[in-house]
């Protein structure tokens, strides 16, 4: 059974930092892309940060240059540290597996991530 537990939201004023957690179990977590999505109020679901099993990332536009991620293969862990915050980043984030270019597992509960103006 695929568990993934993200942790390390909360509020923070814009031009902050956070870096959020998630720790998966149930996979081969070495093996997998793993990314971090997020989901804003009235929005879809976007993916904003992936990186592959040999560490090579990839970011949305609206993010590169702010987040950064990154994974410890040892601690079955992805991070997300995220620079430089921005009211519109204000969203729900999780992680998942990244399978084909699409999340392959249920999702977890996920943290919420406010930044203030």
């Known amino acids: 059974q695929v568990q993934l537990v993200e942790s390390g939201g909360g509020l923070v004023q814009a031009g902050g930092s956070l870096r959020l957690s998630c720790a998966a179990s149930?996979?081969?977590?070495?093996?997998?892309?793993m990314g971090w999505y997020r989901q804003a109020p009235g929005k879809q679901r976007e993916l904003v940060a992936a990186?592959?099993?040999?560490?090579?990332?990839n970011y949305a536009d609206s993010v590169k240059g702010r987040f950064t991620i990154s994974r410890d293969n040892a601690k079955n862990t992805v991070y997300l540290q995220m620079n430089s915050l921005k009211p519109e980043d204000t969203a729900v984030y999780y992680c998942?597996?990244?399978?084909?270019?699409?999340?392959?597992?249920?999702w977890g509960q996920g943290t919420q991530v406010t930044v203030s103006s």
């Open positions: 990186i592959t099993s040999l560490g090579g990332t």
């Open positions: 998942n597996v990244v399978y084909t270019g699409s999340p392959r597992h249920s």
């Open positions: 149930g996979i081969i977590f070495s093996f997998n892309t």
